[in-house]
């Protein structure tokens, strides 16, 4: 057998040769040649002046042959290997070595091999790693199948992938998408990767795929919920249109401040539009959520802010920094949307409950943000709450706890600045400290505040600022403190 794959030369004659008795449906020939080939193959063998595209072609003709099911049924007979009762023996099968040898060497094959084999396992159950093998096809081929296939992929694993398949509909039909750059993901720009064949994806292809993946979720908790308030909805809009109402009447209920049907409706609208975006958060729907959002329009009550933004938290923090840069920017920047038309309005006032939450999610997102706006824009929303003196929220350990964080993420590089953030700190802390003591507030302090103030102290080597952490640490648990440590 050695001296046949010596004559017939490289790899890529082998190949060759492989395809012509698949071809001719000698497949015991084929499969015999086959084991020999896969042990010895040897992927960068090019001395015969083969170029790459003859290997891509000859390697994505081949295994598309051994993904056949009719081939493949015959090879399993031949190799006494059945995947349905044994799915491990994949790892040993003929297709399964060569794809990796051929992946691993470093070659892009043809999208239809990709597809072949993520097809072949997904027939015989093997859905991790139709994935894997799916995500090993480089970005710029994938097409709308593509994407309707990872969409699937993600669906049907336990338990369901839905943040993942959302990943896909936010970059289907994008002409590019952008990952972190591995050697500094927070430092360097993202690296852009074109994606061409979206060019020509429609408003209606982004549509159907969205259709398709909210089908695919049918039976689920997800899709009962989504039914119930699409028919909440539906009520609502035709009590609306059906509404006989008097203009006087109205008028006069509203001067007595009685709320009119019209009102009673509306309200009721609302509180199911914001259930749903909560629900929606919950089950990780986030686009849906959002889309929701969108739709109230102005219709939106002093609930709204806060699920919303709470929203694009989870959202963010869901979405990894290294392969979905642009959806976590997108989510960062929708936040600050929310914000600039929420903050100190009608619907979020300073001293509402849901305030301190909505501004700790907005800073939560700034200080993971790659952005190196994060301080300017944290200290701009510190800044603000200084400006119009809303004491109660300078003194919150909730909005308080990640602006420190922001501050000690931004500790770093030259002397100067790291002095800078910690004195910023803890200028922060003693305005705390200040209003705490003059409304008299005894509630003990965040022990994360704690944390953080004493990394700084760890960061700049104040023992002054560490020794006053301490001692308040220790005056609020109710232990004394050592007279050494006394300043």
């Not at 072609?57 to 995947?83: E, F, G, H, P, W």
């Not at 690296?191 to 064949?197: A, E, H, S, V, W």
């Not at 709450?385 to 420190?404: A, G, H, S």
Request: hydrophobic share 40%; glycine share 4%; aromatic share 10%.
């Amino acid at each position: 057998m050695q001296e046949k794959f010596r004559e017939r030369g490289d790899s890529v004659q082998i190949g060759q040769h492989i395809n012509d008795l698949l071809h001719n449906e000698d497949v015991k020939q084929a499969v015999s040649i086959l084991k020999e080939a896969v042990q010895a193959m040897d992927m960068t063998d090019l001395e015969s002046g083969h170029g790459d595209p003859q290997v891509v072609r000859t390697y994505s003709t081949m295994l598309q042959t051994l993904c056949d099911l009719k081939v493949a049924r015959i090879i399993n007979q031949i190799s006494k290997v059945d995947l349905m009762d044994n799915p491990d023996a994949i790892y040993k099968s003929i297709m399964w070595r060569m794809f990796t040898k051929v992946i691993e060497a470093g070659y892009t094959l043809e999208y239809e091999a990709y597809m072949a084999v993520t097809y072949f396992l997904m027939d015989h159950h093997l859905n991790d790693l139709a994935i894997q093998v799916l995500y090993a096809m480089p970005r710029p081929l994938w097409d709308a199948q593509a994407y309707k296939t990872g969409v699937s992929l993600h669906l049907i694993q336990s338990p369901k992938q839905v943040v993942e398949a959302e990943w896909l509909i936010s970059a289907f039909g994008k002409l590019y998408i952008e990952v972190a750059n591995p050697l500094s993901p927070t430092e360097l720009p993202p690296i852009r990767i074109d994606t061409p064949l979206m060019k020509d994806v429609t408003e209606q292809d982004r549509y159907k795929l969205w259709m398709f993946y909210q089908s695919a979720l049918n039976g689920s908790e997800w899709a009962e919920e989504k039914d119930q308030y699409e028919q909440r909805r539906r009520d609502s809009n035709s009590k609306m249109r059906n509404i006989n109402s008097s203009l006087w009447k109205d008028w006069a209920m509203r001067r007595m401040s009685i709320e009119t049907e019209e009102q009673r409706i509306e309200r009721n609208k609302i509180d199911n539009d914001n259930a749903m975006i909560y629900t929606a958060a919950t089950q990780k729907q986030y686009e849906y959520g959002w889309g929701i959002y969108v739709r109230m329009g102005s219709t939106v009550d002093e609930f709204t802010p806060r699920v919303v933004m709470h929203l694009c938290w989870l959202a963010f923090n869901d979405t990894p920094l290294m392969s979905h840069v642009s959806l976590r920017s997108e989510w960062e920047h929708r936040a600050w949307e929310v914000y600039a038309r929420f903050m100190c309005s009608e619907y979020l006032h300073p001293d509402q409950p849901e305030m301190p939450g909505f501004l700790c999610d907005l800073i939560l997102i700034t200080a993971f943000s790659p952005e190196r706006a994060r301080y300017t824009k944290t200290l701009s929303v510190y800044k603000l709450l200084e400006r119009l003196k809303l004491d109660r929220l300078l003194r919150q350990d909730q909005v308080l706890t990640p602006v420190l964080c922001v501050l000690l993420m931004e500790c770093e590089g030259a002397p100067a600045t790291i002095m800078d953030m910690c004195h910023k700190a803890f200028a922060i802390w003693h305005v705390k400290m200040q209003l705490d003591a003059r409304y008299q507030c005894h509630e003990p302090t965040l022990f994360s505040l704690y944390w953080a103030l004493m990394v700084l102290c760890i960061k700049s080597g104040s023992v002054v600022d560490f020794a006053q952490v301490l001692k308040n640490l220790l005056m609020n648990s109710g232990t004394s403190l050592p007279t050494s440590l006394v300043v």
